[in-house]
């Protein structure tokens, strides 16, 4: 069975340009997350999805973040614009459902603004 | 407040010598679960265990195993005769159920970076 995919898997962008993450989660999932992880830290949600609707997105910056999960099985998580603290990596992750089941995740994509 | 603390940020051990991971947790949920996840080099995040609020019985799986510990709050891993693949950083996290934003998303702490000195 295939794992999560992500792509790209590195990106290096200068301030105030665009930038997009691809997800393609675990098939039959139909929850999915979208992490943030800062150098030394652990991950920390951006929003979750449960089928195509955002189910809790409280912790997106929704000043220059957005997400999109068409028909419920692939999502992208879009930048615009880019700032120097937006550096991290982005990690998409996938369950069975909502509640208490084991996350899987994909390889992230490691964004450099400079 | 931080609701996961990893105390120890690194720990370096001599290969077959056996590691403790501590995680202390902290929740006003009776119902709650605790994970452990390994992030090798690679990045990848990798599921180790799940246990939920109401099973206390530590957990053994090949050389590693599990304790936890309602009363102290803590979920501590341990590696028995540790090797240099099981070289990576270890976070231990937390999910809880309530209405609203937030509810079963995982809580991770800052993560133990693990080397195994061969």
């Known amino acids: 069975e295939a794992g999560v995919v992500q792509s790209p898997r590195y990106k290096i962008i200068e301030k105030k340009q665009p930038v997009a993450f691809w997800c393609n989660p675990i098939s039959g999932h139909n929850t999915l997350y979208w992490y943030r992880q800062n150098l030394g830290q652990g991950p920390e949600l951006l929003i979750r999805y449960e089928n195509e609707e955002a189910v809790d997105d409280s912790q997106l910056p929704k000043d220059r973040f957005s997400a999109e999960r068409l028909k419920g099985v692939d999502s992208t998580l879009k930048i615009q614009p880019a700032e120097l603290g937006d550096s991290a990596v982005y990690l998409c992750a996938s369950s069975p459902g909502t509640g208490f089941y084991e996350q899987y995740f994909g390889p992230g994509t490691r964004l450099t603004v400079t | 407040a931080q609701k996961v603390t990893q105390a120890q940020t690194e720990i370096s051990v001599v290969e077959k010598e056996d590691v403790t991971l501590d995680c202390v947790y902290e929740t006003r949920d009776t119902t709650y679960y605790l994970f452990w996840y390994k992030q090798p080099p690679s990045g990848e995040l990798v599921f180790l265990i799940r246990?939920?609020?109401?099973?206390?019985q530590n957990e053994i799986s090949g050389r590693y195993s599990w304790n936890f510990q309602k009363s102290t709050s803590s979920f501590n891993f341990t590696i028995t005769a540790s090797q240099v693949v099981d070289s990576a950083v270890y976070f231990c996290a937390l999910s809880e159920a309530y209405s609203g934003a937030g509810s079963y998303q995982l809580t991770f702490g800052k993560g133990t970076k693990l080397s195994v000195i061969p």
């Open positions: 246990r939920n609020s109401f099973d206390e």
